[in-house]
C-alpha cells in the first residue's frame, strides 16, 4: 500500500510482483528442503531473522521520518527500483515464510511427489500471494481514493513506520527469547 500511495500503481504492482517473486522462492526452497536446513540451522536462522528484524526496523524509522511536502504529499517518490527491492526483501527476510511453508508442505509433499508438481505448489503460492498484493494496489490506486489518500500518505507512512519498528521490535524479543 505504502509503495502504491506514494509511487501510485506502476510501483504497487512492481512491489506485489517482487514479493510474490520471494515468496514463491521460499516456496519451493521449503518443497526442494533447503527451508529445513535453514530452520535446522540456528545460526542460518538467526541470520535471516537478525537480517529481516533490522531490514524492517530501517523501513520503519525511514517512514517515521517522512517529509512532507505541498498538501501533505510525500516529498519523495519511491523509484520502481526500491519498490522491487522493498516487495522481494520484505519476503525474502523473513524466515517464518519457511518455516510456514514446511508446514503447509509437509501436508501434501512427499519423496515420491514430481519435480513438476513441487513447482506447481510453489507456483501456486507465488500466484496467490502476488494476486493479493496486485488488488491490494489496483485498489489503493483507484483515481476516486487516489488523491484523497496521497494527501494524507505523510501520515500513512508515518503510521506504518511506527507499525514495522514496533514488529522489528517485536522480533528482536522473540530472537532474545529464543522463538
Known sequence: MKQTLAGGRRNGVVTALAHGLGVGIYAFLSILGLAAIITASPT?????????????????????????????????????????????????????????????????????TSLLAKFGYAATALVIDTGWYLMVAWLFSNPRWLDALKQRAVWFERVFGAVLVGLAGRLVVGIMNGR
Do not use: M
Not at 529481516?52 to 523501513?59: E, H, I, K, N, R
Not at 524509522?61 to 520502481?80: D, M, R
Open 44 to 112: 542460518a536462522f538467526a541470520i535471516l531473522q537478525w537480517g529481516g528484524a533490522g531490514y524492517l526496523a530501517w523501513l520503519g524509522v525511514k517512514g517515521l521520518l517522512a517529509k512532507t511536502g505541498s498538501n501533505n504529499e510525500l516529498t519523495e517518490a519511491p523509484s520502481s527500483k526500491s519498490a522491487a527491492r522493498d516487495g522481494f526483501l520484505i519476503a525474502f527476510l523473513n524466515p517464518k515464510i519457511a518455516v510456514f511453508f514446511l508446514a503447509l508442505f509437509s501436508q501434501v509433499v512427499g519423496t515420491d
